[in-house]
């Protein structure tokens, strides 16, 4: 079974600019989590989307916001990009049985540089 | 807000020394989840463990999650330079939300 898959791998945006990051869970797995992960701040919660709705969403402002498709695949957007947004973007999906959180299985992540 | 403390946050030992670290927590949790991450890598799945009491070993890194299920360490016995990098513990506490702790970054010189 493929794991889970993140595009870009690599991306330098500069500041005002927005980006979209994409994350292609594994197979049958049906919900998808985004994080942040900075030196200084370690793994931080953005949102979490299960069938296609935001089930749970961290403390981020609203210049950063998701969607999932039908297919489970998901996609994270940041606009008016600050150089704090300069992170380690990372996709987690689960199985998800409907009934709770269970263990989550991380793509490679996506390296974000704002200039 | 629920917490999961890990400790230490800094670890940096000889090859063939042994070590633990600790991940604890007021809550009691329905799984929990060992991680090992490389630099500019996303976080690799080590174990799940999710009975009290219950002991997991994965070649030289022995699991142990609490009897309680509110806490966890995992033990590295003979640490190896390829053991270097941050271990995150996350738990699960029933609901759908994921808790991560802050990770112990361990390097193993040669």
């Known amino acids: 079974k493929a794991g889970v898959t993140q595009t870009p791998r690599y991306l330098i945006k500069t500041r005002g600019q927005q980006v979209t990051l994409s994350c292609s869970p594994i197979s049958g797995h049906r919900s998808v989590s985004w994080y942040q992960q900075t030196p200084g701040q370690g793994l931080q919660f953005l949102f979490e989307y299960f069938s296609e709705t935001q089930r749970n969403k961290g403390n981020f402002p609203g210049r950063f916001s998701g969607r999932q498709f039908s297919n489970s695949r998901s996609e994270m957007n940041v606009s008016t990009l600050e150089l704090g947004d300069s992170a380690l973007y990372l996709c987690?999906?689960?199985?998800?049985?409907?009934?709770?959180?269970?263990?989550?299985?991380f793509g490679p992540g996506t390296r974000l540089l704002v200039l | 807000t629920q917490l999961l403390e890990q400790s230490p946050q800094f670890l940096s030992i000889q090859e063939g020394e042994n070590l633990t670290v600790y991940c604890n927590s007021s809550?009691?949790?329905?799984?929990l989840q060992w991680y090992r991450q490389e630099p500019g890598e996303g976080p690799v799945l080590l174990v799940t463990?999710?009975?009290?009491?219950e002991v997991k070993k994965l070649k030289r890194l022995t699991f142990q999650f609490g009897d309680a299920r509110k806490d966890s360490s995992l033990h590295i016995t003979a640490a190896q330079t390829g053991d270097t990098g941050l271990y995150l513990c996350?738990?699960?506490?029933?609901?759908?939300?994921?808790?991560f702790g802050a990770g112990t970054r361990l390097f193993v010189k040669a």
């Open positions: 996350a738990g699960n506490t029933g609901g759908f939300k994921t808790i």
């Open positions: 463990v999710v009975t009290g009491g």
């Open positions: 809550s009691v949790f329905s799984s």
């Open positions: 987690a999906s689960s199985f998800d049985s409907g009934r709770a959180a269970e263990t989550q299985y």
